[in-house]
């Protein structure tokens, strides 16, 4: 999906570390924009058309509905044709892999009239989804999962700055995740204390590149169709699961009311400002 992985065991074995990698592997061939036999580009390609894809696939995309209306469209799944417009379509792990898009892909779309019944998915036309954050988020919370049902006692698993962790620390106490200074490299600002749940983090300094003499990034402003520009730089979440956690932080530059609306949803989060200063939730405080 265009990121690296970090995957920590507690009790675990190599052979368990290795099923990890390649369940990851796995979950990359299905839901990669970037890779042209995967569930989310024949998805994207189908032009209304039904397709089979794999249950988890399946469940992933009824995610994306979800948290599209949770977040009260603040997170879009459908905003790939901006991606591409803003010119991020080559993977910045791999840049011989490119999406491409059919000529029908178009944003804003209404996700009305997708369907998914049992593995069969069908995106009405124009419809076209980045996988992407929330990918990552979920991709993160299965691994998890896998690693303690193989009887590891604990597990971290780390895709594209989304955490999930669960079981047993390193030290038998809480798992504690740095925060990023988004300006000072190798400094963290604020610390996560966790027995189970997850972090995701956002940030519009991390992964940017020149577009036509302008510094454009991978997060799309819903209301503008273009690269985020807010006085929010860097969005911490901390929910239970990562899937969640990615797709609240995504919310975090845009929202108003955004540092009082995440407790309601069982969620703390930790706000930078482009002057460096700092907010965050009233509950915050309860994983610092």
Do not use: C
């Not at 369940?23 to 032009?47: C, H, M």
């Not at 036509?212 to 819903?222: K, Y």
């Amino acid at each position: 999906m265009g990121t690296v992985a970090n995957l920590v065991l507690v009790g675990g074995t190599e052979d368990m570390l290795d099923d990890l990698v390649r369940n990851a592997d796995f979950l990359q061939s299905l839901w990669s924009r970037f890779l042209p036999e995967s569930d989310i580009t024949r998805l994207n390609n189908a032009e209304g058309a039904p397709v089979t894809v794999n249950p988890l696939t399946a469940k992933l995309v009824s995610e994306m509905l979800a948290a599209r209306a949770v977040t009260d469209g603040e997170y879009d799944p459908t905003i790939l044709p901006k991606l591409l417009a803003e010119g991020y379509a080559a993977s910045r792990v791999n840049p011989s892999n490119i999406t491409v898009l059919p000529a029908s892909a178009r944003w804003p779309v209404e996700m009305t009239g997708t369907t998914i019944e049992d593995n069969i998915v069908t995106l009405p036309i124009g419809v076209t989804l980045d996988s992407g954050g929330i990918g990552k988020g979920i991709a993160a919370d299965l691994l998890a999962s896998m690693a303690l049902e193989r009887s590891a006692l604990g597990v971290l698993a780390e895709i594209g700055g989304d955490v999930r962790i669960g079981g047993t620390p390193p030290d038998g106490g809480h798992w504690r995740i740095d925060i990023e200074d988004p300006f000072v490299e190798s400094r963290s600002i604020a610390r996560v204390n966790l027995i189970d749940g997850a972090v995701a983090t956002s940030s519009t300094l991390k992964r940017t590149w020149d577009n036509d003499g302008r510094t454009a990034n991978h997060l799309i402003d819903v209301h503008t169709g273009q690269s985020m520009v807010s006085n929010v730089v860097t969005v911490s979440v901390v929910a239970v699961s990562a899937g969640i956690a990615e797709v609240i932080t995504k919310a975090g530059f845009t929202r108003r009311d955004f540092l009082t609306w995440v407790p309601s949803l069982g969620a703390a989060a930790f706000v930078i400002y482009r002057d460096g200063t700092t907010a965050q939730t009233v509950n915050w405080k309860d994983y610092s």
